[in-house]
């Protein structure tokens, strides 16, 4: 790795008579304390900073990058985290945009939780595949396929991959997020041992409030459903179907988010395990107490209900500062 650096350095000068120089510094700040007490989530305190940098070049809508992200997370040694190499490929216009290679997660995967939990953000911030996004007037639709896992014989074999969009007349809008997750196992058979699969889908449709009024926010529901299989052990895939909605505004510094499921639980792979539950319904109060152009900081307070019977809380801060160009 410190060769390929080195490498792109020596020869970055030359490329740089024909082509942009570009660079990008991250640094977040991360604050999760879980205070759980139902058996589906585990409790922990997750304190931690993430530096991360990013150099290249760019010419006519192209653009090569390569940098490092590390996690420190407190209370563990430097190299607890190993350092996560981002080397892609990208291509961006007004209408279309493609990646390849190893690229942060931030900005491009956005999913329910329920299907990728927040926690891939603190332990796995890059995406090590391809996505692709298409702009439309009225709508966009993007996809990405994450190789998780290459298989050795005690690795694993994983793969990810998802679509995502929306399409909107005026204020009102459908949304629809579909995920696939395939759980191979090693190159040698351990007994007991079994291939998963994981598949799922929410489709919402709702309104937000336009852009003359003080108080922010869209109002959205559907349905969420997801499918999962174990291999020579479940009968087929178990299927599950629920009821999917969720509110958030924001007025000035202060927003509240509520997401509400009932009527059925889900498992995905790397989705939050609240939700594995019939009926879960969060509730976040979020301080937005730094909005600088480059700079956000927010801290959430968050309050998990459980089958309408445990009720949970939870705090998080977060410190987002991003410059470059």
Do not use: C
């Not at 996505?131 to 990810?160: A, C, I, K, L, Y």
């Not at 291939?195 to 109002?219: C, M, N, W």
């Amino acid at each position: 790795m410190r060769k390929l650096l080195f490498t792109f350095l020596l020869i970055m000068p030359f490329w740089g008579l024909a082509q942009n120089f570009e660079y990008q510094v991250l640094f977040e700040g991360i604050g999760d304390n879980r205070e759980f007490f139902n058996e589906n989530a585990m409790p922990q305190t997750i304190l931690g900073s993430r530096g991360a940098f990013e150099i290249g070049l760019e010419m006519d809508n192209h653009r090569i990058r390569t940098g490092l992200s590390h996690l420190l997370e407190f209370g563990s040694d430097i190299d607890y985290h190993k350092p996560k190499l981002t080397l892609y490929y990208q291509f961006q216009d007004e209408k279309k945009e493609f990646i390849f290679g190893a690229f942060p997660r931030r900005g491009k995967i956005d999913f329910p939780l329920v299907m990728l939990t927040d926690t891939l953000l603190y332990y796995r911030p890059n995406i090590e595949g391809l996505f692709g996004e298409v702009h439309w007037d009225w709508g966009h639709q993007n996809g990405f396929v994450d190789w998780v896992s290459r298989q050795t014989d005690v690795n694993r074999e994983n793969f990810m991959a998802g679509f995502s969009g929306e399409i909107f007349y005026k204020n009102l809008f459908l949304q629809n997020y579909i995920l696939l997750f395939h759980d191979a196992g090693p190159a040698i058979d351990f007994p007991g041992d079994h291939i998963k699969d994981y598949f799922g889908y929410a489709l919402q449709g709702g309104i937000r409030t336009g852009g003359s009024t003080a108080i922010a926010g869209e109002l959205k529901a559907g349905i969420l459903s997801s499918s999962f299989r174990e291999r020579t052990v479940t009968d087929g895939f178990i299927h599950s179907s629920s009821f999917f909605a969720e509110a958030n505004g924001r007025y000035r510094n202060i927003g509240v988010k509520s997401v509400l499921n009932t009527g059925g639980g889900h498992q995905f792979a790397f989705g939050d395990r609240f939700y594995r539950v019939e009926n879960y319904w969060r509730t976040d109060v979020i301080w937005h107490f730094i909005n600088h152009e480059k700079v956000k900081g927010h801290f959430n307070l968050s309050f998990h209900l459980i089958d309408w019977d445990d009720l949970d809380q939870q705090q998080q801060l977060s410190i987002v500062y991003l410059f470059g160009k």
